[in-house]
Nanobody
Framework: QVQLVESGGGLVQAGGSLRLSCAASGRIFSINVMGWYRQAPGKQRELVAGITNGGSTNYADSVKGRFTISRDNAKNTVYLQMNSLKPEDTAAYYC???????????????WGQGTQVTVSS
């Protein structure tokens, strides 16, 4: 079974930085796309950033220039460096892994349990 374990959330003042990490464990051959989503109270979950196993990235317009996503394929780990944080970035952040190839052969998608990011003004 595949598990995604997130870390790095917390409370920070506006303008500050946080770095989120998400490590995937299990009998994993490869992961097509890893990404971060967030969900604020009363709002739908939205994509923050994604990165392919080849290193191509995409970002929500609201975080471009402030957030950077990266991954270590050897460790099946994805990171999200968040700078210049704003109160509107406050949300639960969820790690997502799409197209996870495991043994015995199967390809599925997985979610982490979420980590809270709170930005105070």
């Amino acid at each position: 079974q595949v598990q995604l374990v997130e870390s790095g959330g917390g409370l920070v003042q506006a303008g500050g930085s946080l770095r989120l990490s998400c490590a995937a464990s299990g009998r994993i051959f490869s992961i097509n796309v890893m990404g971060w989503y967030r969900q604020a109270p009363g709002k739908q979950r939205e994509l923050v950033a994604g990165i392919t196993n080849g290193g191509s990235t995409n970002y929500a317009d609201s975080v471009k220039g402030r957030f950077t996503i990266s991954r270590d394929n050897a460790k099946n780990t994805v990171y999200l460096q968040m700078n210049s944080l704003k109160p509107e970035d406050t949300a639960a952040y969820y790690c997502n892994a799409r197209g996870v190839l495991t043994t015995p052969l199967a390809r599925n998608d997985y979610w982490g349990q979420g980590t809270q990011v709170t930005v105070s003004s």
